[in-house]
């Protein structure tokens, strides 16, 4: 970023005009910068953070999904009554995946070992149950960056579902996020600030789609 000219630090620069934030997910308003240069306030990094903000504007182009404010007994029939037999379960903000690829899974695992798991996690908000998916659907999985209002992609190939979303999304006012998507459907949507790039997408390439987005 700084060979392209976009200044870098660990704290914001007295004489820039303009700033953005990346680095750790933040839980709580107060570990948001609150510096008026930032392009993005919590506000929009909250709504971009909470599946049930985003999830009802791409509902019907998106896995099924429906929310609850706790993982009781309730939460399995739910699922029953909807005809799934597995489910994807996470904080709206995160799911158990570094554990492993069905740790939030059920019933790989019960509801009771969910919850447990997920009350020592620092992220608080609903959960949302997905339905399960074939895991091999998510071979073709792909991230695309939101900036500025314009969408990239290391093939400059932007699906139509995409840019569907985008649109939709716009009524958050979030000036940068990502979309993860298959052929297909959406799987989620992320805040800008705490994405990561995707193995796929270099360093060099995010740096210049940054470059590009700030000139417009």
């Known amino acids: ?19 953005f934030y990346r680095g750790y997910i933040m839980h ?108 091999e659907l998510f071979f073709e999985e792909e991230r695309y960056w939101v900036i500025l209002g314009q969408i990239y992609h290391r093939t400059g190939i932007i699906p139509d579902i995409v840019k569907t979303a985008v649109e939709r999304l716009s009524v958050l006012r979030c000036h940068y996020y990502t979309i993860d998507a298959i052929p297909g459907f959406i799987v989620e949507v992320n805040s800008g600030e705490a994405s990561d790039r995707m193995g796929v997408n270099s360093p060099e390439l995010f740096s210049e789609w940054w470059r590009v987005a700030l000139k417009q």
């Open 1 to 19: 970023m700084e060979k392209l000219g976009i200044r870098v630090g660990v704290a914001p620069h007295d004489d820039s005009e303009q700033l």
């Open 28 to 135: 709580d308003q107060s570990e948001y910068p609150d510096d008026p240069r930032f392009i993005q306030g919590w506000r929009e990094y909250e709504s971009m953070t909470r599946m049930s903000k985003t999830y009802p504007l791409i509902e019907d182009i998106s896995i099924p999904t429906f929310f609850v404010d706790e993982l009781d007994y309730t939460v399995e029939k739910q699922i029953k009554d909807r005809g799934w037999d597995r489910a994807f379960i996470k904080n709206e903000e995160k799911s158990l995946w570094d554990e492993g690829e069905f740790a939030s899974v059920w019933p790989d695992n019960t509801i009771e070992t969910l919850c447990r798991k997920y009350q020592a996690l620092p992220y608080k908000g609903v959960f949302a149950v997905r339905k399960f998916m074939n895991p």
